[in-house]
């Protein structure tokens, strides 16, 4: 299920954070998304959906149901899919 944080912009902005259910999983999605040439980034838990340390993966908006299909095909433990939009100063 997607979760939606801050306002939303114009769709070009919009960016997909995925979160997972250990540090491990997320390791192992930037492998699976690594060996299937889907581009992405492994970046700290944005503060905006958890206090907690952790490591999620991002990519463009427009990946999102390929990203998905893939790491739940390959038995990724996906905890939650967030679009984002970057922060304006």
């Known amino acids: 299920m997607a979760k939606r944080c801050d306002k939303m912009a114009p769709e070009h902005n919009v ?3 995925f979160t997972f259910v250990s540090t491990h999983q997320a390791l192992k999605a930037e ?26 993966i991002r990519v ?7 990203v998905e ?3 739940r095909g390959k038995g990724v433990g996906i905890e939650a899919v967030f679009d984002f939009v970057p922060r304006t100063k």
């Not at 700290?44 to 958890?50: A, D, H, L, M, T």
């Not at 463009?60 to 390929?66: C, K, P, T, Y």
């Open 15 to 17: 960016y997909t954070v």
């Open 31 to 56: 492998k699976v998304l690594k060996e299937e040439a889907l581009k992405a980034s492994i970046i700290p838990v944005p503060r905006e959906i958890s206090s907690l340390c952790g490591l999620a």
């Open 60 to 66: 463009d908006a427009q990946q999102r149901g390929q």
């Open 69 to 71: 299909q893939t790491l």
